[in-house]
């Protein structure tokens, strides 16, 4: 059983280890052009200009060999964007991803495509991101076979043995999507994933499409999966919880920004910015039972004009002076966690 | 009417089964359901997709379309029967004395007509008033519910607004006829986690200050506990358990709603395996025979392939099982 595993010497292992992972000072700016009316006005003097939207802004973060990191905030916060940046399907507009020692950012040269392999990605819908047209077996024998890992001979066997590793029978090599349900489907998205034996794995929102129980058959077979394959894990959710189940680690996103950067446990024992203590507060619980409290008001600024100073500063409870004029930085609060937040309380 | 409350539940569902009839054979989509509702009560429908939560909202409210039939039970409105009704008699009532909140309030809002035009033909269906009488009406109720700048609003486009400012929109409309009873079906789940918990909060306070019943359609239970009186847990087509919320979740009685509860990794000790539920829910063409969770459920023994009763466990707490789990 997984739950064995000894954690503390697993912690060790983590701070001997050079990170594995590291993405250093990456933005990555969205630009909507102007119309070509307003561009013909803005020739005229008036004051139109191309509206940029920048979807990650300054985030550095490292994944050390074998954990997993959780990314988490709501819808508009990055949180997607950072991932696809992760996994090479993205260009940062500034900044690096570094792989095992090799920058790996999109469009960087350094990169073979073989390298590339060995970061992969599970993605949220696992109807969208299957080709409904294309049977079990070609999905997930396509890429190693592309890649050279196998031989065309070679595919029902290896398709057979990844089927079995992520739970499906192998009698079902020959349907096609559209023939399972949500889990299953997501099974054979994590099997394709799997297929090029990938170190590192970035899941964008693995189990937000589906029903509670089958969301724990997948979380189980995640953890497993991290363990016997040494996978490093990028984890993408809005869902705390499972978060909290996953991930060694936490980074709590706000309109591109990081908020909040703490160990698992740390930051569930006591997440210390404003932002944080608001989302941990307002997901109902089944223990606490009904609430009796004023949930935080407002709803998340227009990533088009964010707010001056810090992004939270207008929903924020303790809001002073100071936050709507300056961007307080990522400051240290002990434990080797940080947040972004000018609170002198932290 | 009368100062007394009246004792009788505002909504009754006896035995209600809703069928659809394919080519493929006929779905039990709904399988002897019955539940009641009293005045200012909040009840929780909770379920995995294709448990039938959706199809029992949309039965009460008489949306069920062919090939889908209601084939046997009654629903009573304040004592009235709804079943029998025609359909102008059924459109009298809907938006009225009984309402409907739906998932995606991008689909249930007009695209090309204004909020308060909205608002006046909702207002306008039941009772007659003068266009600028309605948008008065119309503000109070955006105010009701938190919108900003009501006034302006009222001339805006759904596009124009939030995800979440929609959803607001759509509460007021569904509350916008004083109903007796609204039902809600899975309202926050496309909303981000800090608009979920207004809505939730400020649909508590509703309830609380309008005497409305509310019945809370949705998949998450831990949304279940911070909101309502009391839940009913559906499998398959059947309620397999009803009660107090607090009964029902602190201490659940069958195995389905032991599964749901040990699913969720909040609790759980992180890193660990968390206890599953092996398999998938039946097909709706194809349910096993006696109890549908047989085939899933670790205490099954043959006397679950019997037809099963709800048997009652507690003080309004009801359980459909054979070998229910050990109580306190």
């Not at chain 1, 196998?150 to 559209?178: C, K, M, S, T, Y």
């Not at chain 2, 001339?155 to 109903?179: D, F, T, W």
Request: include cysteine.
């Amino acid at each position: 059983m997984l739950g064995e595993i000894d954690r503390t010497a697993d912690k060790k292992a983590v701070q001997t280890a050079a990170p594995y992972v590291e993405i250093r000072n990456a933005s990555r700016n969205f630009v909507q052009k102007m119309s070509p009316v307003e561009a013909l006005l803005s020739r005229a003097g008036m004051n139109y200009s191309d509206r940029v939207v920048q979807a990650v802004s300054d985030v550095s973060l490292e994944i050390p060999r074998g954990t997993a990191l959780g990314v988490v905030g709501e819808s508009g916060c990055g949180k997607s964007t950072l991932g696809r940046m992760a996994a090479g399907l993205l260009s940062a507009t500034n900044g690096e991803v570094v792989f095992d020692g090799e920058r790996m950012d999109a469009g960087h040269a350094g990169m073979s495509a073989r390298d590339m392999l060995r970061v992969q990605m599970v993605f949220q819908n696992p109807m969208a991101s299957l080709n409904p047209r294309q049977k079990v077996v070609d999905i997930v024998t396509e890429a190693a076979v592309y890649h050279g890992l196998i031989r065309r001979r070679e595919r029902q066997d290896f398709a057979a043995e990844l089927l079995r590793e992520v739970g499906l029978p192998p009698d079902v090599l020959n349907r096609l999507p559209h023939q399972f349900s949500g889990g299953q489907r997501q099974r054979i998205g994590i099997a394709r994933a799997l297929s090029v034996s990938p170190e590192f794995l970035i899941c964008d929102e693995p189990v937000a499409a589906l029903d509670v129980l089958i969301q724990a058959q997948i979380i189980n077979l995640l953890l497993e999966l991290k363990e016997r394959r040494k996978l490093t894990l990028l984890f993408i959710s809005h869902d705390l919880g499972v978060v909290r189940h996953i991930c060694d680690e936490v980074v709590v996103m706000y309109l591109g920004r990081i908020v909040e950067r703490a160990s698992t446990a740390d930051l569930f024992a006591r997440p210390v910015h404003p932002y944080t203590q608001a989302l941990f507060r307002e997901i109902p619980r089944i223990r606490s039972g009904r609430r009796a409290y004023e949930p935080i008001s407002g709803e998340i600024p227009s990533p088009l004009s964010p707010p001056t100073g810090c992004h939270f500063h207008p929903r924020c409870p303790c809001v002073m002076d100071k936050c709507s004029v300056d961007t307080p930085p990522l400051i240290p609060v002990g434990n080797g966690r940080v947040a972004r937040c000018w609170l002198p309380s932290l | 009417m009368n100062a007394m409350p009246p004792p009788q539940p505002v909504l009754e569902v006896e035995r209600l089964s809703t069928v659809f009839d394919l080519r493929a054979g006929t779905v039990r989509s709904v399988n002897d359901v019955s539940f009641s509702l009293k005045r200012g009560e909040i009840l929780g429908i909770v379920g995995e997709s294709g448990s039938g939560k959706s199809v029992t909202g949309l039965s009460v409210l008489g949306l069920i379309e062919p090939p889908g039939r209601i084939a046997a039970g009654s629903i009573r409105l304040e004592g009235r029967e709804l079943t029998t009704l025609g359909d102008a008699e059924k459109r009298k009532l809907r938006g009225n004395a009984i309402s409907m909140i739906f998932q995606d309030p991008m689909t249930t809002l007009n695209p090309v007509l204004s909020i308060g035009r909205q608002f006046f033909e909702v207002i306008n269906a039941h009772r007659k008033v003068s266009y600028a009488a309605a948008l008065d009406e119309a503000e109070a109720a955006l105010v009701q519910v938190g919108i900003p700048a009501a006034r302006e609003r009222l001339s805006s486009y759904p596009h124009e607004l939030s995800g979440g400012m929609r959803q607001r929109v759509c509460i007021a409309m569904s509350l916008i006829n004083k109903p007796a009873v609204v039902i809600a079906d899975e309202p926050t789940t496309a909303l981000d986690v800090t608009i979920q918990a207004q809505i939730l909060y400020m649909m508590q306070n509703l309830v609380r200050d309008s005497d409305v019943s509310l019945i809370w359609v949705t998949h998450d239970l831990s949304v279940v506990a911070g909101l309502c009186d009391r839940v009913a847990v559906m499998y398959a087509g059947r309620i397999v358990e009803t009660g107090p919320v607090e009964d029902v979740l602190g201490n659940p009685r069958h195995p389905y709603t032991r599964g749901l509860l040990d699913s969720i990794p909040g609790d759980a000790e992180p890193g660990r395996l968390l206890r599953q539920v092996p398999g998938t829910q039946p097909s709706p063409l194809d349910l096993p025979q006696g109890c549908s969770f047989r085939p899933r459920c670790s205490q099954a023994r043959d006397e679950c392939r019997n037809e099963l009763t709800s048997d009652q466990v507690g003080p309004d707490h009801f359980v459909r099982c054979l070998f229910k789990l050990g109580g306190d």
